[in-house]
């Protein structure tokens, strides 16, 4: 258990981070989840859900969730995806 003044603090704003953290991870899997079955949907629902998970992922960068090389991967693989038709 943290003893100093500045550690208790550093120990609440560590939880209040691993929150946010945790729910920017969170909209970006479900945004790609959402964004994967939406294949075999319309073009128009297929380009909404891609842009909320590129929206969703940019976000998670932006803050520093995940890194730049594991957001293009995401985002070109759910390209990918899209494009042969969910296969």
Known sequence: MALKKSAKKAIRSSKRKFVLNLRRRRAVHDTVKAARKSAGADRAAQDAAL?????????????????????????????????????
Do not use: H, M, P, W
Request: proline share 0%; no cysteine.
């Open 51 to 87: 842009t909320e998970a590129y929206q969703a992922i940019d976000k998670a960068l932006k803050r520093g969730v995940i890194k730049k090389n594991t957001a293009a991967r995401k985002k070109s693989r759910l390209v990918k995806f899209l494009k042969k038709g969910g296969k």
